[in-house]
């Protein structure tokens, strides 16, 4: 209002506000990857105006603004990007060749805040080898005493097969289920690993006081500059098959890239068995006994293929069996032998005879009536 002589004038001022927009860092920051590898999520900026609605239409430049010295191959899916009805613009990394920070910029010319800045990170792009030395062992103890213990020999290489050190890596153990002659429906579910040697929490089922294995084996090793795996006393971590035969499978994962994996088949068996039910002796023997009494596990089935044999067993009860059918006329009913790998027959401890004088393919049971002239 300005004074012109006695007479008042008011001027109509009107202001523009120009509405505020913030950018934020929505999600996908902080992701980690093996080198060349596309991160798993997307990196996603918001805009929002001053009411904290959410602003479509704001334009967002992405670019990648640091990488580590010697990178190659990194890129952006999107580098000029619109955000849409929920405020939003994305845009997808992949990592370069080298391990180290990626730092990725978005932009945004109409906030407030004019940048953001995501940081990323590259391990090195890891491959793992591994062999068991041994690749087949014995059943432990079979002499009561005796582990049949592997060595697990593990490397890490990057993508130009140099020596990767420093990355710590997590060892398991599974048993290969129905594996050694566990075979039966429903039974070998009940088939257990073995223990990694240093495992205290471990023990071998079967064994004095372990009737299961409440929590799988593990071990931890870490590569040293040559790419080997060691243990923190020293060494490459060892492991003590089962008390069964059969088959169990070693697998190491890399602790930062649990993706990043390798495994080795470990074969659990008594050397040079044999089906002694596929030998043809005309009649001179029948394999007997009753299979429903003796189950492997309560409420489970029986092994359907217990009849493997030694050769020094195989040559002697032929020799008998010959004997005593020369003499009597009457076939020889055999029954257990060993299971096809040799090992422990009583996975849940329940018999009363545990059938331990089995395990090697070297006893053979003859069911003939005690007190027979037969078994005379």
């Known amino acids: 209002m300005s004074p012109t002589g006695n007479t008042c004038q008011l001027l109509d001022i009107q202001l523009t506000l120009t509405a505020v927009s913030s950018l934020a ?67 997808v990394l992949t990592l370069g060749s080298a391990p180290g920070s990626y730092h990725v910029t978005a932009f945004c010319s109409q906030c407030t805040l ?27 103890k079979l002499d009561g005493k005796t582990f049949g213990t592997t060595t697990v020999i593990l490397h890490a290489a990057d993508g130009q097969n140099n020596p990767v050190a420093n990355q710590a890596v997590n060892l398991t153990a599974q048993a290969v289920l129905k594996s050694g002659g566990h075979d039966g429906p429903n039974h070998g579910a009940n088939r ?10 471990c023990c071998l089922v079967g064994d004095i006081g372990c009737s299961a294995q409440t929590t799988a084996t593990t071990s931890t090793c870490t ?21 069964l035969g059969g088959q169990e499978t ?32 005309n009649g001179t023997w029948t394999l007997k006994g009753n299979p429903t009494t003796f189950r492997a596990c309560p409420g489970q089935t029986f092994h359907p293929s217990s009849h493997w044999i030694g050769q020094d067993a195989e040559i002697r009860i032929l020799s008998a069996i010959f004997g005593y059918f020369m003499s009597t006329g009457q076939p020889v009913p055999l029954n257990d032998m060993s299971l096809p790998s040799g090992g422990l027959f009583d996975i849940c401890g329940h018999w009363v005879k545990p059938h331990t004088c089995h395990r090697t393919g070297a006893s053979v049971d003859v069911n003939l009536p005690l007190g027979s002239s037969e078994a005379k």
């Open 223 to 243: 590569t040293n500059s040559n790419g080997d795996c060691v243990l923190p006393t020293g060494g490459a971590p060892t492991y003590n098959a089962s008390l």
């Open 192 to 201: 257990s690993a073995g223990c990694f040697v240093g495992d205290s929490s």
């Open 114 to 140: 004019g940048s953001v800045t995501f940081s990323e990170t590259a391990t090195p792009n890891v491959t793992l080898t591994m062999k068991l030395n041994p690749a087949q062992v014995g059943p432990s």
């Open 25 to 91: 860092i929505g999600s996908g920051n902080n992701q980690q990857a093996p080198a060349t590898r596309t991160l798993a999520q997307p990196l996603v900026v918001t805009v929002t105006d001053g009411s904290g609605n959410p602003k479509s239409g704001v334009p967002i430049t992405f670019s990648i603004a640091a990488i580590p010295p010697g990178a190659t191959g990194q890129n952006l899916s999107v580098s000029n990007a619109m955000t849409d009805s929920a405020g939003t613009a994305s845009t």
């Open 250 to 281: 070693i697998t190491a994962a890399l602790t930062a890239s649990p993706s990043v994996t390798a495994n080795a088949a470990l074969t659990v068996a008594v050397p040079l068995l044999q089906d002694f039910s596929q030998i043809p002796l």
